[in-house]
């Protein structure tokens, strides 16, 4: 029973720690922060591809 209730006390903590991660993702934008870092080398690897232009 012990252990039953380790383990349980381990994935709430772990539940627990990601909520607070995504909380703090969210209240700062780091989301939206990560993805204005790299859409320069975004849009640099897909202005290289080629398309076809005809309509």
């Known amino acids: 029973m012990a252990t039953f209730l380790h383990v349980l006390l381990i994935i709430a903590i772990v539940l627990v720690c990601l909520f607070v991660l995504s ?8 989301d ?3 993805t204005a ?4 080398l ?4 897909y202005d290289k591809i080629e398309r076809d232009t005809h309509l």
Request: without cysteine; glycine residues 0%.
């Open 23 to 30: 909380f703090i993702v969210y209240f700062f934008n780091l």
């Open 32 to 34: 939206m922060k990560l």
């Open 37 to 40: 870092a790299i859409e320069p």
């Open 42 to 45: 975004m849009l640099k690897h």
